[in-house]
């Protein structure tokens, strides 16, 4: 081949190359702009806890009747069940906002595995889906294998029932039903709306587990 023919020949190449890219840089800004789609705004009967609410929410429904002491003094719950005690640090409770899920955690104790975390993940329906009051978790929560086995099912029951309730008690207090949990802008929105609104009711309350992951 002379040298005409090679120089055609990296041209071609050059130009695949080419559209190749456009074509890569097309689908990466689509998939960029997608997910920097800003939320829809809160209707004016929906409820919106920002990050601190949502915590202090947790933290309620894993200790009632535990209130805020001075900061230089660690709180400290016993959870006392057939038997099994572990210590709840109330302090610890922690709520993060990923990828429209709410993923919580918290420091537990017992002599068996000392100070360890639980970590729990509801993954919520985007914003603007009405999804019903429906979460997708994990079959287990995730931490020390012992702190998982004994008080995981509680420690993940414990925070989806006050999600839940904090739902309907909204709504019920506007006349209304519950339509959806969604995370927004770092919280949670609680949606809601008329009854007669609704085309085909509510989906049932219910917690789907993702099998195989702990």
Not at 40 to 59: C, E, F
Not at 105 to 133: C, K, N, R
């Amino acid at each position: 081949m002379n040298l005409l023919g090679w120089a055609l020949v990296v041209l071609l190449w050059l130009l695949i190359a080419f559209v190749f890219a456009l074509l890569l840089a097309s689908r990466l800004g689509h998939a960029f702009s997608r997910r920097r789609e800003p939320c829809p705004p809160p209707r004016g009967n929906d409820l919106r806890l920002h990050d601190d609410q949502v915590v202090d929410l947790i933290r309620t429904a894993l200790a009632p009747g535990v209130r805020s002491g001075p900061e230089s003094e660690p709180r400290l719950v016993l959870w006392d069940d057939a038997g099994a005690q572990a210590l709840l640090h109330l302090d610890s409770v922690a709520a993060r906002f990923v990828e429209g899920a709410v993923v919580v955690s918290a420091d537990f104790e017992t002599d068996q595995t000392g100070i360890a975390p639980l970590i729990v993940t509801f993954a919520l329906a985007p914003a603007g889906e009405e999804a019903g009051l429906v979460a997708v978790s994990d079959e287990l929560a995730r931490g020390h294998p012992l702190l998982v086995s004994r008080w995981g099912a509680t420690f993940r029951e414990t925070i989806w029932a006050a999600l839940l309730a904090t739902a309907r008690n909204h709504a019920q207090a506007q006349g209304m039903i519950p339509t959806g949990l969604h995370v927004v802008d770092g919280g949670v929105l609680f949606a809601c709306e008329a009854a007669a609104a609704l085309d085909a009711g509510v989906v049932p309350a219910r917690m789907a587990e993702r099998a195989g992951r702990g």
